[in-house]
Nanobody, 129 residues
Framework: QVQLVESGGGLVQPGGSLKLSCATS????????IGWFRQLPGKEREGISC????????YYHDTVKGRFTISKDNAKHSAFLEMNNLKPEDTAVYYCAAAPLWAPQAMCTSRRGLESPYWGPGAQVTVSS
């Protein structure tokens, strides 16, 4: 069975950093694009960063561009989201998602991206003093 599991979340102070990991199993990651989505309290889930199956194309939402970096290691069946200069408004549950060979921009910006076939259970990130 395909499984995605996020890890690395927690509580950090504003300006701090966290690195989220997405461990995958049951699929060949080289054939799947990965997206990081977040759901702010009381808000709809939204795409913030996505990467192509090969890892050669990326997309970042304007709210995180320059602060977050997405990557994937197909051989290790994992994807990552390095988050720097975190802000209180980054507080959310962060989810990783996998979709077969989808373009990163489409995956992150299209409503259909929320229909990615595989999702992790989410990881809480809280940015607070």
């Amino acid at each position: 069975q395909v499984q995605l599991v996020e890890s690395g979340g927690g509580l950090v102070q504003p300006g701090g950093s966290l690195k989220l990991s997405c461990a995958t199993s049951g699929l060949s990651l080289e054939h799947y694009s990965i997206g990081w989505f977040r759901q702010l309290p009381g808000k709809e889930r939204e795409g913030i960063s996505c990467v192509s199956a090969r890892g050669d194309y990326t997309y970042y939402h304007d709210t995180v561009k320059g602060r977050f970096t997405i990557s994937k290691d197909n051989a290790k069946h994992s994807a990552f989201l390095e988050m720097n200069n975190l802000k209180p408004e980054d507080t959310a549950v962060y989810y990783c998602a996998a979709a077969p060979l989808w373009a990163p921009q489409a995956m992150c910006t299209s409503r259909r991206g929320l229909e990615s076939p595989y999702w992790g259970p989410g990881a809480q990130v809280t940015v607070s003093s």
